[in-house]
């Protein structure tokens, strides 16, 4: 299993912006499709974008589309997402997921297709 540690959060101001980080201990991410999820207070944990083991092939949730990026770093160990005009409902904590896959194209939307998990880094979008 990878071991993922996400950074890069903190508080923000609306519009502001923030790029979160999600790296493998010991391991390449190489043969891993990725994705990153968050939880907002309240709420059950929702999907927010991924990427594919080849990069490839990146997929986003409605609420990212057009203010998030996912993408894979040049490093084979890091996994990154870029938030741009960040609104106060973007505040939760955001979580890395992978799973090792044979199929380099593919990517994952719902959480049980992931096997490893982040502790999650804490984004807070102030108005």
């Known amino acids: 299993q990878a071991q993922l540690v996400e950074s890069g959060g903190g508080l923000v101001q609306a519009g502001g912006s923030l790029r979160l980080s999600c790296a493998a201990s010991?391991?390449?991410?190489?043969?891993?499709?990725m994705g990153w999820f968050r939880r907002q207070p309240g709420k059950e944990r929702q999907f927010v974008a991924a990427?594919?083991?080849?990069?490839?092939?990146?997929f986003y949730a409605e609420a990212a589309k057009g203010r998030f990026t996912i993408a894979r770093g040049d490093t084979k160990n890091t996994v990154y997402l870029q938030m741009i005009s960040l609104m106060p409902e973007d505040t939760a904590t955001y979580y890395c997921a992978g799973v090792r896959t044979f199929f380099r194209s593919s990517y994952y939307t719902t959480e049980d297709k992931y096997t490893d998990w982040g502790q999650g880094t804490q984004v807070t979008v102030s108005s």
């Open positions: 990427i594919s083991a080849n990069g490839g092939t990146t």
């Open positions: 010991a391991r390449s991410l190489d043969n891993y499709a």
